[in-house]
């Protein structure tokens, strides 16, 4: 019971791009303009964001290619994203994170999954939850993931597990649970959800959180679509 009272509260990171036109959410053109997507990935991290905020935790970051706008809730810091492919951005953001905060666990999450519950996370978490867990994931419909996380993270470990998978492929996720298993550690599954890639997945994250800021969002730009046609 000391050693559970004793448990430092997680880092929570987010990394994501800024939603600027032409610059994210481009596979959900040609069906919404290039403003009408960046409209729906603003709703999708901000829905993240605030989601990620009722999550007990010590610190969140945003880790951010671009500028913060209205959209960022109080509560987070933000930092850039490094250079490099996504592997190199991922193992960076979980450096700095163990850098700020040594002794307590990390966990990622993409800004595509608008529809996640609090409670996905936050149970997970929790001090007695986590006993004996070595790392959490978060598979995703597409083969990737959606989170990520490390009950110890280091610049080695991170490196050591994330340098050189292939991202945003159907294989990605496999390829880092192989690399897990390597190393022996212990996996903490969480939900299987979908990442917002298309429109057809948008349709269906949106059915799945009707109250979400993006399904309002998605609503109006259909309703837009309708009455440009």
């Known amino acids: ?33 290039p403003e009408q997507a960046a409209a729906l ?3 999708a991290l901000t829905d993240t964001l605030h989601t990620l905020a009722t999550v007990p935790a010590g610190r969140r970051l945003l880790v951010l290619d671009g500028e913060p706008g209205r959209w960022l809730p109080p509560g987070w810091q933000v930092v850039p994203q490094c250079a490099g492919g996504l592997d190199e951005r991922l193992a960076a953001a979980f450096t700095l994170a163990a850098r700020l905060a040594p002794h307590a666990p990390a966990l990622l999450v993409g800004m595509d999954t608008p529809q996640l519950p609090a409670a996905a996370l936050a149970e997970p978490l929790s001090a007695v939850e986590r006993t004996g867990v070595d790392a959490w994931y978060g598979p995703a419909a597409d083969g990737g993931f959606w989170a990520f996380g490390l009950a110890r993270p280091t610049e080695k470990l991170a490196r050591r597990l994330l340098l050189g998978v292939p991202m945003s492929t159907a294989g990605t996720g496999a390829a880092l649970l192989e690399r897990l298993a390597r190393l022996d550690l212990t996996i903490r599954q969480l939900p299987l959800l979908t990442d917002v890639d298309t429109i ?30």
Do not use: N, W, Y
């Not at 269906?204 to 309708?226: D, I, M, N």
């Open 41 to 43: 990935a603003e709703a």
């Open 1 to 33: 019971m000391r050693a559970v009272l004793a448990a430092p509260p997680p880092t929570l990171l987010v990394i994501a791009k800024a939603p600027v036109p032409g610059r994210v959410k481009t596979r959900l053109t040609p069906s919404c303009s």
């Open 200 to 229: 057809r997945d948008a349709e269906q994250v949106a059915a799945e959180a009707p109250g979400s800021r993006f399904a309002a969002r998605l609503r109006s730009s259909h309703a837009t679509g309708e009455a440009a046609g």
